[in-house]
């Protein structure tokens, strides 16, 4: 952070900057490793926003209307997507850093989001579509082929906004876009919001996992029998208080146990770049214990 | 707040906080001054006929500097920060904020029932801290009352004190107090509910114990227009009836001025809740980050200020503080620019007294000659306005 906030008022120079990513980098690393997390993340250390690179990949206008991040005190800055959109024309800065240990895990936004999020004169099905066929789909087969497993499109807009029923066939049609032929596995992550309302729906989208903010949703809504995994938001990354271990264990068993889903993925209900990171890293630790005690239980 | 002032067509102020000159941030950190930070002390001194200023150019040629230094040189960028703001010919000022820390962290800091946890990112590289409300909330001092006194000896332009207010307080908070049991195997409504009534404690708690102490001590020395900004105010929309509860916690049956500010949102969210806000006489709210650059008075040339015609429908009458400079932006509004956003808001508002103009937020994020630039042709515009509208432009 001070290094970023020197570079912008000149008073620290861009290779110091870049010292500072790769140790922040490299402590995160070795965190999600001491933790014991099974796929490992650059943390998107160095976007500006779930938007920023693409935007900038596609050549797009430069973005200048912040725009408030939903319920927080975060702001991004608004993609000007009007227009023919242009496929990207290289990935750099949106593929993990070659010193994250494989497998490793993409973040990208949801094309549905994307496409709500952005400042456009098109029909956003439309463009939506298009956002998951020219733009999303290449830096997805450019991750797997530098070994990420797992692709995480983050969806808040559904959770907080909600979605209109005659949306939910463009949607589908844009993650089969993402999820044809695909050599990792897909997840499409609701969060800031309730997903019950949504579980029937979610459960059809041509995905691998759904991921869920449990923070915001009745684990009793969520049915059983998936046929998909289910990434379960069981830390909360907007609160500074630390979950207990045994509560956290307690409903990743009843979710193994009632929902029954393909593969069970626990994770924090949403990004935890709203923690200080301390707070974050003792949030990533506590996943990993939980996470541990969980497989010790399951393969009793 | 005397009636002259209040009732002033078109008023200029600024909003709050302005960058912190490399000078004062080196000298208190306790880092090595170059030529550089002593040039540019010497060159806005020089600029805005800051008084005496070559006494400061001495007192930072003599690092390492004690804590009575630190505070003087405090001073000094107080005093510069004042004086840019009467150079660019606004007529309500304040300092900038340059003897906080930062919004936030200064209330919470001086606070009892808060501790710091770290920083986190607001956008692009800029951060701030945030705290966690742990224990019984109450003001340990009254945290604006050295930079009010000061600032009251050395203004020539009146004085608007920003004050960080309860709800966004709340809000950037982490609450580690009122709702802290939290199951995942209860009932998600249940949780809710729970969160809810917490929220609104820890809201209404802030606006009695801490809020509400410190706006009496400004009173207590002489404040007559106190600002309370709450940029968080429509972070949760379901939370806007708590938001004009905490306002009017905080201010109820006190002798000042009162006014808000608003930044950033959807406008639109705060109707009806904030026709319960009578006491607030001023809401200064950010448009032109929503705005157009093109030139124009029409409906079609001025997108970012559709809104203001609920601010106008409001039936207490407030003023609104007309947000004019994007605050994000490097880009210099142009004089005619602002003038054309002033008479939109003008038509719509159909009184230009109810019309003060300012920037969409603090200029904090802005180097001092872009902000600078910005707030001369605010000024300029304002100017360009009454001439338009065939209004004098009294001398302050």
Known sequence: ?300 | MSVDLDHKPLLTHEIGSLDKPGWRVKAYAGQPLSDRDLEEARAWGERLKVPDYERLIDLLRHAPFSKEQKSDLQRWSSLYALKLEEGAGLDVVYDGEQQRTEMYDWAVSHSDGFERRGSVRAFDNKYYTKAAVVAPISLRTPFHNAEFSYLVSVADAELKIPVTGAYTIADWSFDERYDVDTDLREPAADRRRKRKAARRDFVLEIARNLIRPNLMALIGLGARWIQVDEPGASTEPDELDLFVDSFNASVEGLNAMFSTHLCFSDYNLFFPAIERMSQCRQFAVGFANYDSRELGTTDQARPGYHVIRKFADLPYKPALGLGVLDIHSDFIESPELVRDRVLYAVNVFGDPARIHVTPDCGLRTRSWEVAFKKLRNMTAGVALARQELGLKDPAR
Not at chain 1, 47 to 75: C, H
Not at chain 1, 124 to 139: E, F, I, S, T
């Open chain 1, 1 to 300: 952070m001070a290094s970023t906030r020197g570079l912008d008022r000149g008073r620290v120079n861009a290779d110091a900057v870049e010292a500072a990513f790769a140790e922040d980098l490299a402590a995160f690393v070795r965190l999600q490793q001491k933790s014991g997390l099974d796929v490992f993340s650059d943390g998107l250390l160095r976007w500006q926003d779930i938007f920023r690179p693409l935007v900038d990949a596609l050549g797009a206008a430069k973005p200048e209307s912040l725009v408030r991040w939903f319920d927080t005190n975060t702001f991004f800055r608004e993609p000007e997507l009007s227009g023919a959109l242009a496929g990207v024309n290289h990935a750099d800065g949106l593929l993990p850093d070659a010193s994250v240990p494989r497998p490793r895990v993409a973040t990208l936004p949801s094309p549905f989001m994307f496409s709500r999020a952005a400042r456009t004169d098109r029909d956003r099905n439309q463009l939506m579509v298009d956002l998951a066929g020219k733009v999303l789909r290449p830096v997805v087969d450019a991750a797997v082929a530098a070994g990420c497993q797992l692709v995480h499109l983050e969806d808040p807009w559904i959770g907080y906004f909600g979605i209109e029923s005659k949306d939910w066939a463009p949607l589908r049609e844009a993650l089969e876009l993402l999820h044809r032929d695909l050599r990792a596995t897909l997840a499409f992550h609701v969060y800031f919001g309730d997903a019950g309302p949504h579980v029937d729906q979610l459960r059809r989208l041509p995905v691998d996992a759904i991921g869920v903010d449990l923070v915001e949703t009745d684990v009793n809504e969520l049915g059983s029998g998936w046929d998909k995994g289910l990434v379960a938001g069981v830390i909360d990354g907007r609160s500074s208080m630390l979950e207990s271990l045994e509560n956290t264990v307690e409903v990743a068993r009843h979710l193994a146990d009632t929902v029954r889903p393909r593969n069970l993925y626990l994770s924090s209900n949403c990004e935890l770049a709203f923690l200080p990171t301390v707070v974050a890293e003792q949030k990533v630790q506590r996943l990993g214990e939980a996470a541990k005690r969980v497989k010790q239980l399951v393969s009793v």
